[in-house]
């Protein structure tokens, strides 16, 4: 009689919970975003936050949404799927045919650097920028490039809690 638990994590939510886990890190006050890149065996390739760029005094960053635009976090952060593709420090064949796991649909910036990695799907949680330009320009960039994209279907949302006893 088989007696393996039933409750356990798919590969898709335990990725996923990865990158949100790597949320965590950031120390962006409104937006925390975290991303996991996996190869086609499920092995983790590389993991990254939204944040400063490396040597940027993250207690001195502007993490303002609004003002003048060089008085606000857009020009400066790194995304979490940019940080991924940056901090991995294997074999760049390593990414071809991979899997990007991120909370939020990417922009289009972080697309193309996607796209130029090798990565063929991208795993999402949430669009809710869809109607904007450059969340447009993404669809249409990986649909041109040959990379699927797919919201993760969680059912009923989990909750996970995590006991570091």
Known sequence: MNKNRIDYLTWDEYFMGIAKL???????PNTQVGACIVDNMN???SIGYNGAPNGF?????????????LETKYLYVCHAELNAILNFRGNRKDFE?????VALFPCNECSKA???AGIKEVIYLSDKYKDQ??????????DECGV???????GERKN???DFE
Not at 57 to 69: A, L, M, V, Y
């Open 22 to 28: 790597s949320a965590l890190r950031s120390k962006d």
């Open 43 to 45: 092995r983790i390739l």
């Open 57 to 69: 005094d993250d207690t001195k960053f502007p993490w303002d949404r609004e003002g003048k635009p």
């Open 97 to 101: 045919d991979s899997k990007l796991y």
């Open 114 to 116: 996607i796209i130029q």
């Open 133 to 142: 330009d450059n969340f447009k320009a993404s669809k249409r960039l990986f």
């Open 148 to 154: 699927s994209y797919r919201k993760l279907d969680l």
């Open 160 to 162: 996970i809690n995590i």
